[in-house]
């Protein structure tokens, strides 16, 4: 993909990730201040709706990504955010005072998911699935019964996110790659060497993904 439409399929997933609205040409064409006409944007819309990156929900809406346009983005395009100095202040506090279920609960606030951490496939704690079923996505019965099979299934999969996972980088499953189903996005990072912990977040698709990573590359060092 050239750089000019990797841009584009950047900002419409950060612009729909943060609002929940689908994205037209005359928007990007204003707000992003590309140096090309709505035309020509919407033209490489186009080619990036032909390839399978971005959708239209519904008529005379602009488009949003599909899961093959946010797998993209985070394979290609994603930069995690930086904690700053003050929030990493605050995860030292919580964790001298409450360890890693401080840790936990306090990631499941700060990122509006369910905090999930296993300890050697044994010891399994969860905290934030109110923060979860609180997001938008998961209002209609259908998705709920759809999170709550991914629920269910928690425990089955947490020995595949724990050898999978790394000390360094977190894993991101979507899509196809996930487990847990088509309707939610899990993310996990661990630290294998004194004993085998992950700690991980599961959010709906539309997440902060850069700010999910910076949070879990921060709390890794507490594993």
Do not use: W
């Not at 000019?4 to 609002?19: F, H, M, S, V």
């Not at 995860?91 to 499941?108: C, N, T, V």
């Not at 990122?111 to 938008?136: E, K, M, R, W």
């Amino acid at each position: 993909m050239d750089i000019r439409r990797e841009n584009l399929l950047n900002d419409i997933i950060e612009i729909y990730l943060d609002t929940a609205q689908p994205i037209g040409s005359k928007y990007l064409a204003h707000e992003r201040k590309y140096n090309v006409s709505s035309a020509t944007i919407r033209n490489e819309m186009a080619r990036l709706e032909e390839e399978g990156y971005i959708y239209q929900p519904h008529t005379s809406a602009g488009r949003i990504p599909t899961v093959d346009g946010l797998e993209y983005y985070i394979q290609n395009l994603i930069k995690p955010d930086k904690l700053s100095t003050l929030d990493g202040t605050r995860l030292r506090a919580i964790f001298s005072q409450h360890g890693l279920k401080g840790l936990a609960r306090e990631s499941a606030h700060y990122t509006h998911a369910a905090c999930i951490i296993v300890h050697n496939n044994s010891d399994f704690y969860y905290t934030g699935f109110a923060q979860l079923f609180s997001q938008p996505e998961y209002t209609s019965a259908e998705m709920v019964y759809s999170i709550s099979k991914a629920i269910d299934q928690l425990e089955t999969v947490m020995s595949q996110f724990l050898e999978e996972v790394t000390n360094t980088e977190p894993r991101i499953y979507i899509g196809k790659s996930n487990p847990l189903g088509n309707e939610c996005a899990a993310m996990f990072i661990g630290n294998k060497k004194r004993q085998k912990t992950l700690l991980g977040l599961l959010s709906p698709l539309r997440t902060d993904y850069k700010k999910n990573m910076g949070l879990l590359m921060e709390i890794v060092h507490y594993l």
